[in-house]
């Protein structure tokens, strides 16, 4: 109910905003205010990532060897009995010393308990951990689960379809030292890139959130957690009081609790965990929902908390507050041309004018889909090194990706969290569907080539009683 009062008053506060600045000032002028403030903001964090980036050149942060903390590698998996054998016979491959492997079965429908439990059965250092059927549902409670269970000082997320390369705690583990650092993020990666059209601009959008997790991380602004590739002290866990059971985000909530109470969250560029990209629409737009939802409620839920903090950093707030316009751009922007529409057909104006009354809106749609443009073309040049030419195609059709994509999305959650009641919806990604379509294909030249066996029996056969 607070989520959704909150929002009526914020989108009631932007309606009466836009009204009164329709009928005295042309709103391009807020428009090109809110952009320049974004785009000021961004060449911010470009020129601090390159003067941290100097800095580190000349003087390399001392990494003390000594830091090993014991840690405890989270793999919840429901309904993952295709993928996640390789999972954790991926990460059994780390050259760290010290860390166990919690493979927690949720309420799975398949094979998988069975895989699990199999997997425990064979590697010493895994730990298999099987929920009830009638356990509460969600990331977050599976996590909490296998919190009370695991020894670890330092607690490490992965999904199900995760891959690492052997030095991946080797290099995220010294992040987490500092005594103000409360969890570090790996860059994350699509896997099968390369399959279609939706894992290619998947791949790019991780990109582009590569390129804004570094400036923000440059200067010690509000750096989120990803879910997968998450390393996290436990007594910072403990401080929050561990994984929110009423977010459908685990991650996102959890950053922004962690910053709240005043702890640090890093970002490790030069660490990857890989995962597979979604290569069907409907499931990409139920991932997208549960993502959109759940960042838009925790900056409901949080928001006060965050205004007020005490222990919360002035630059980690005013980050927040610069990316939450992200979330306001769309609805100014579907208001205004809302408005615009309202006012023809109020004023009785020749509907061939609307043209004339609308190009504001289109300027500034055109405008902030060349941000998103420049802002995707510069990480893929600078993070995948692609040429010229093939950054400029990718960022294109990525940019238009994400604009049909964030947009009528917006709209459609903030219309259920203002008429629907909160559901723990969360919408499963579906795992090995590569490894499916690859199953699908062969299984089809199979059949083929027995058709053909079966033909070609036949002309022999026949062949033999022509000659008999």
């Known amino acids: 109910m607070r989520e959704r009062f909150l929002l009526f008053i914020i989108l009631s506060c932007l309606g009466v905003f836009l009204y009164i600045f329709q009928n005295h000032v042309n709103t391009i002028a807020g428009f090109i205010i809110l952009c320049a403030c974004m785009v000021v903001y961004g060449l911010y964090s470009i020129v601090a990532t390159k003067y941290q980036t100097r800095k580190l050149k000349k003087n390399p942060p001392i990494i003390n060897e000594g830091f090993k903390p014991f840690v405890s590698i989270m793999i919840p998996a429901h309904n993952e009995e295709c993928v996640i054998t390789n999972t954790v016979e991926n990460v059994l491959n780390l050259d760290y ?29 895994v730990i298999a951990l099987i929920r009830e059927s009638s356990a509460f549902p969600g ?44 969890a570090v993020q790996a860059r994350k990666i699509i896997r099968n890139k390369d399959v279609n059209f939706l894992t290619r601009c998947q791949n790019n959008e991780y990109t582009m959130d590569t390129q804004l997790q570094v400036g923000r991380d440059s200067i010690k602004g509000a750096v989120e957690l990803r879910g997968n590739g998450e390393l996290i002290k436990r007594t910072a866990l403990e401080d929050i009081g561990g994984w929110n059971n009423y977010t459908i985000t685990d991650d996102l909530d959890m950053s922004t609790r962690l910053h709240i109470k005043g702890w640090d969250v890093r970002f490790c560029e030069d660490t990857c965990v890989y995962e597979e990209g979604i290569i069907y629409l409907l499931p990409l737009f139920r991932q997208r929902r549960r993502w959109l939802e759940g960042t838009i409620r925790r900056y409901l839920e949080y928001s006060w908390q965050a205004m007020w903090s005490k222990k919360m950093s002035l630059r980690a707030q005013f980050d927040m507050a610069m990316y939450i316009t992200e979330f306001i751009m769309p609805m100014w922007f579907m208001m205004e041309v809302i408005f615009r529409i309202l006012k023809l057909l109020t004023d009785k104006v020749d509907p061939l004018s609307l043209h004339n009354v609308l190009w504001s809106s289109l300027i500034v749609s055109a405008v902030v889909g060349f941000g998103f443009f420049m802002t995707i073309r510069y990480s893929l040049r600078k993070y995948d090194n692609l040429p ?52 699908k294909i062969k299984d ?9 066996q079966n033909r070609i029996q036949e002309v022999q056969e026949r062949l033999q009683e022509v000659l008999k």
């Open 139 to 182: 990331k977050s409670a599976v996590l909490n689960d296998a919190l009370k269970i695991a020894k670890g000082d330092a607690i490490l997320v992965l999904d199900a379809d995760a891959t690492i390369e052997p030095d991946f705690l080797s290099k995220l583990v010294p992040r987490l030292e500092p005594a103000d650092v409360g």
């Open 388 to 439: 010229r030419m093939s950054a400029f195609i990718q960022a294109l059709e990525t940019t238009l990706y994400m604009l049909i994509i964030w947009f009528p999305m917006e709209i459609f959650i903030c219309g259920k969290i203002l008429f629907c009641k909160k559901d723990m919806n969360w919408g499963k990604t579906a795992h090995g569907l590569v490894r499916e379509e690859k199953q």
């Open 444 to 452: 089809r030249i199979n059949k083929e080539i027995q058709k053909l």
């Open 97 to 125: 010393p010290n860390f166990e492997i919690i493979v927690i079965d949720d309420r799975s429908s398949d094979n998988t308990s069975n895989v699990i439990n199999s997997l425990a059965s064979k590697y010493e250092n």
